[in-house]
């Protein structure tokens, strides 16, 4: 995957009144809340439900950070979506969430000497849920943008690109982002992809005298995938693990592009007292053998990053 342009990057800022509406209106949901969430929970670190991750020093001075009614409860209640293997997804015929995502929290919550407390919610759902006092904290691959730091203080814990799947053979011939300009093309409800990139990619379209993308949203990228597969989409944008992870799981798919490698960051409400400690932990967590094991397990030993940056704004 190649890095992100500076022409991508310029043009971020183009767009905030855009991404604004976007946070405005996943605020707008906090009384509706979006669906019931299931809670799953797990140990910091160790379960017999094959929920284990490797085990991690507890950081003294990170725990100190805590503020007092996490101190009080020991329970880090942290909103992750699913069905987005390898990110996040349910062990077979459990309710147990498995994951890059799942596990990075159970290692911070190991860090912290916290239990983990998994509620599982659509994607688009978890920044009013934490507006809603439901969640302490989200690793869900969520972009840190000045849109959602108006609400969110964000920690980096790794980092992903961009990928276009398309149907197998390639028949509508795309090969790059530039060529989905008047396609149909599947996105996640609330995704980085949606919120940002679709309105970058239909200026461009614009400005080469072209239609714009045609976009349509789901709740989860399988049913993406699945309108690609039946011939109601002409392709799908999302993170990079989930359509590689995807190819391997479907041989009538194939990935297009990959590009855009961005960091992805753990979020907690502002004013939650979460920030130094959650910084402090990671900060830790991402130099370990833990960290290093847990993107391994999943494919992802490439999304590594050595700085666990605050409030990065991509």
Do not use: H, W
């Amino acid at each position: 995957m190649k890095n992100e342009t500076p022409r991508l990057r310029s043009r971020r800022s183009r767009f905030a009144a855009a991404t604004a509406v976007a946070a405005t209106a996943l605020l707008a949901l906090t009384a509706c809340g979006g669906s019931t969430p299931t809670a799953t929970t797990s140990s910091a670190a160790a379960g017999a439900d094959g929920t284990a991750v490797p085990e991690i020093a507890l950081n003294e001075a990170a725990v100190k950070l805590l503020p007092e009614s996490i101190k009080a409860s020991k329970v880090l209640r942290v909103g992750i979506p699913t069905n987005e293997q390898p990110t996040q997804y349910f062990l077979e015929g459990t309710q147990e969430l498995t994951g890059v995502n799942p596990d990075i929290a159970r290692l911070i919550g190991a860090a912290l000497g916290l239990k983990v407390e998994i509620q599982v919610a659509n994607f688009d759902s978890i920044i009013p849920g934490m507006a809603a006092g439901r969640y302490d904290m989200t690793v869900s691959s969520m972009t840190p943008t000045t849109e959602r730091m108006k609400v969110l203080d964000f920690v980096d814990y790794m980092q992903m690109g961009t990928a276009i799947a398309v149907a197998k053979g390639n028949p509508t011939g795309i090969a790059k982002y530039q060529d989905l300009c008047g396609k149909k093309v599947g996105l996640l409800t609330g995704s980085y992809q949606l919120t940002v990139n679709i309105p970058d990619y239909n200026q461009e379209c614009v400005d080469a005298g072209k239609p714009e993308i045609i976009s349509n949203q789901y709740q989860d990228t399988r049913q993406a995938i699945s309108a690609l597969t039946s011939g109601r989409q002409d392709a799908v944008l999302a993170d990079s693990p989930i359509l590689g992870f995807a190819v391997t799981q479907n041989d009538s798919i194939e990935i297009a592009s990959e590009y855009d490698l961005t960091a992805v960051a753990a979020g907690v409400p502002i004013d939650s007292g979460l920030k130094d400690p959650v910084a402090a932990s990671l900060a830790v967590v991402i130099k370990s053998d833990a960290y290093k094991q847990v993107l391994a397990k999943y494919g992802l030993d490439t999304s590594a990053i050595t700085d666990a940056r605050v409030n990065f704004a991509q």
